[in-house]
């Protein structure tokens, strides 16, 4: 996945096998840090992997937050599997984990990961630079997540 351009277009360019690594070694820490973290998603037919998403700590616009993300492989682009995932995420920050609310954000130009975002509640807050780029900033607050579901 790191290595496809039209992947990794928008998620921070393609990066080496040595920018790879780093990445996962990244990821699992974060894991013993937090307890939490990205997951893997594979296809359930073939157990291939599909792509990664969950829950990170990240700084955004200038704050610390916990931001829901996914990227998948473009052989799994249209199926739903990015809502899914950021559905699962939601799930997981605030019954699991109890947080009051989380982010996500994309580039301006990204419109499929705004939709994705819109679907499973988001609304856009505010446009920010993130990685020298100009991003769109998404929240949803645990209250009004569970408003929406009747939770």
């Not at 950021?86 to 920050?93: D, L, T």
Request: some cysteine.
């Amino acid at each position: 996945m790191h290595d496809d351009a039209q992947v990794m277009a928008t998620l921070g360019g393609v990066r080496s096998a040595a920018q790879s690594r780093a990445a996962v070694d990244a990821w699992i820490a974060h894991w013993g840090e937090y307890g939490f973290g990205l997951w893997i998603a594979r296809d359930c037919e073939t157990g291939a992997f599909a792509g990664r998403g969950g829950l990170q700590h990240t700084v955004v616009g200038g704050r610390a937050e916990v931001e829901v993300a996914y990227g998948f492989a473009a052989a799994f682009w249209g199926r739903g599997l990015a809502t899914e995932l950021a559905a699962a995420s939601v799930r997981a920050g605030f019954e699991t984990l109890g947080l009051a609310d989380l982010v996500c954000f994309t580039l301006v130009t990204n419109r499929a990961s705004q939709r994705v975002m819109e679907k499973v509640g988001f609304r856009f807050e505010r446009e920010v630079v993130h990685a020298n780029l100009p991003h769109r900033l998404y929240r949803l607050a645990a209250a009004g997540w569970r408003d929406a579901a009747g939770r």
